[in-house]
């Protein structure tokens, strides 16, 4: 097509003009609602993809993204915390959660792993239910909104435009992470890890730091979303979400680690609420939506697109052969 | 103790571990030989739950209902493998991922259809035994009985010659298939089984419990850890580990109050590290 021949700043330019001026353009509230929880997610979202190119498949995003409202809720809340000390802290707490975590379970094979994930997010949900510091099945209330002096950020323009610029971050951060020498050794883990292993590629510490980073971005991610929406409970942060996590990923496309997450948690979050249907029909929704994407468009939408307008940035691996359940 | 709370505590152990012991059976059968990790096996336990249900509240005979439940979800099982499951064969996670999908589908369709309230279902077996000074309800004995009567049915089968094929197929697909079986219908009659297995636990354990559309969420996470402490696709270690895990929830629910899943949870992270592939497992290679 033509527009390959442009260079790829042109098009991120002019995506974020868009992204900059959105707040103007869109005049419903509930819409820009909608387009900051989409933000929240992908970051999460983000994280999942980088696990999967390791070759760990997690349940648990949301886990970490709970335990960094969580983290931030408690600490603003009962210790009277400035948001802006918060933020990096939900970050670093739920980074060091991910570290203890991935150093007893990531050394399982990916079954067990994926197995574990899952109790993980049962269990954890159970866990801050029955923890009375934590506000327990009541969860924690009255969050308050991030300042900068004497301004709040109460409308959702502004908060838009927080979120927009904490998904910048968590993107420059994936980027130079998929940039790096160690974006190339999860490339290589990613299609093959034996061979990975054979050329020297130690894959228990590059597995740990996609998790770790996975596990600190869901947490800033996290402390955001706390300070959104002011009330957190234990039920927000359960295993649905996670699932419509990883939902979200294989819509947007697998393959594309940075504008997957975005365009598909965009689309999932969006298109429910705009049809009307968002209360009682989501679930079958996400749900059609991720069949019908396995079987027939498997790069997921911008894999779609990608064949018509935008270069190609794709990292493929032909999926995790079926091999013995230890693998 | 008293004698009279443990004897209850060990009966409701062993009707939850007999429920338990089908689910993980179930899994552990489908994923062993059509390599589905079924995220929605659970659910399928919920639709079975709810068939019986709707079927025994109709007036029909329960064994009738009970049979129509598992043929109903052999017959899901086999259409979801025919249309998601073997176009995705050789693509684990997007296999996981469509499971994920086709289980929030069941779960809202049956909230959609039935309401998100709990159905209970009426015992067919009323009454109570009296033995000595204990009363024991025949309801929970007839729970134990009839898991047990499909565990020595399904035993029976994996015995016989197309038994004998799955295995083969479960150890090595392509050695059996150049042993002249038919895989795919091995992974059509793996699946089918599977979750009629999961149907029948369902419809099995509705009495006891009641029948409510978010009833797969938390068997899932039981059965997941039962085949992580199990191994997988050992039939034997899902039994034993079943039936400990349903003596740990009624035990633990009893002493500890709802803080049994932490056991449970415990009780999987010292199997993960002394012995990752489980305890009934095949050791594979340790990598990493």
């Keep these: 097509m033509q527009l390959q021949k442009y260079p790829q700043w042109l098009l991120l330019t002019g995506i974020f003009l868009i992204l900059i001026f959105l707040p103007f353009l869109i005049t419903s509230q509930h819409l820009m609602h909608i387009l900051i929880l989409a933000g929240l997610e992908c970051i999460a979202v983000m994280g999942f993809i980088a696990q999967y190119n390791v070759r760990l498949i997690t349940f648990c995003t949301a886990t970490f993204w709970g335990l960094g409202a969580y983290a931030s809720g408690f600490l603003s809340t009962k210790l009277g915390m400035n948001f802006w000390f918060c933020l990096p802290l939900a970050g670093v707490i739920a980074g060091c959660f991910a570290l203890i975590i991935g150093l007893l379970v990531i050394r399982a094979g990916w079954v067990t792993f994926l197995m574990i994930t899952v109790v993980m997010a049962e269990i954890s949900v159970e866990a801050i239910g029955h923890m009375n510091l934590l506000g327990g099945w009541d969860g924690i209330t009255r969050i308050p909104r991030p300042a900068i002096g004497s301004y709040l950020f109460l409308s959702k323009a502004s908060y838009y435009y927080l979120t927009l610029a904490l998904v910048m971050v968590c993107v420059l951060i994936f980027k130079g992470l998929y940039k790096s020498a160690i974006g190339k050794a999860w490339t290589a883990i990613g299609q093959s890890p034996d061979l990975a292993e054979s050329v020297g590629i130690d894959l228990f510490k590059y597995r740990m730091i996609a998790y770790v980073a996975a596990g600190f971005t869901s947490g800033l991610s996290g402390s955001l979303y706390a300070h959104y929406v002011s009330y957190i409970a234990p039920q927000t942060f359960d295993i649905i979400r996670s699932l419509y996590i990883s939902i979200d990923a294989v819509v947007g496309g697998l393959g594309f680690v940075i504008s997957g997450p975005i365009v598909g948690s965009i689309i999932l979050r969006a298109i429910p609420e705009w049809l009307r249907i968002a209360d009682k029909y989501q679930p079958i929704f996400e749900g059609c939506f991720i069949i019908l994407c396995a079987l027939f468009f498997r790069k997921g939408v911008i894999g779609l697109l990608s064949r018509y307008v935008v270069r190609p940035d794709e990292k493929s691996w032909k999926g995790v052969s079926v091999g013995d359940p230890g693998d | ?288």
């Design chain 2, 1 to 288: 103790m008293d004698f009279k709370v443990f004897f209850q505590l060990l009966l409701n152990g062993l009707v939850l571990g007999s429920s338990y012991i089908l689910v993980a059976a179930g899994f552990t059968l489908v994923y062993g030989s059509a390599r589905v990790f079924n995220f929605a096996h659970g659910h399928f336990y919920m639709l079975g739950a709810f068939i019986y249900g709707g079927l025994v509240l109709l007036g029909l005979p329960w064994i009738l209902s009970l049979i129509i439940a598992g043929l109903a979800l052999a017959l899901f099982g086999y259409l979801s493998w025919q249309v998601i499951f073997r176009p995705l064969y050789f693509d684990v996670f997007l296999t996981v991922a469509t499971t994920v999908g086709l289980g929030l589908i069941m779960v809202q369709g049956v909230i959609v259809i039935a309401g998100e309230r709990d159905i209970v279902v009426p015992s067919v077996f009323k009454g109570v035994l009296t033995l000595g000074d204990t009363a024991v309800s025949v309801e929970k004995i007839s729970i134990v009985l009839i898991s047990l009567a499909v565990m020595l049915a399904l035993h029976l089968f994996l015995k016989s010659k197309i038994g004998k094929a799955l295995e083969a197929t479960t150890i090595d697909p392509e050695g059996a298939s150049l042993q002249g079986i038919n895989t795919g219908r091995m992974f059509v009659i793996a699946m089918a089984l599977g979750s009629a297995l999961a149907g029948i636990a369902g419809a099995v354990i509705v009495p006891y419990l009641s029948a409510q559309p978010n009833m797969g969420y938390p068997i899932t996470t039981t059965y997941l850890c039962i085949v992580v402490v199990a191994g997988h696709g050992s039939l034997k270690g899902a039994v034993v580990t079943g039936l400990l895990f349903g003596l740990i929830k009624s035990f633990g629910y009893h002493f500890l109050g709802t803080w049994d899943y932490t056991l449970m949870l415990l009780l999987v992270a010292v199997i993960m590290y002394l012995r990752p592939w489980g305890i009934w497992g095949v050791e594979f290679r340790r990598k990493v």
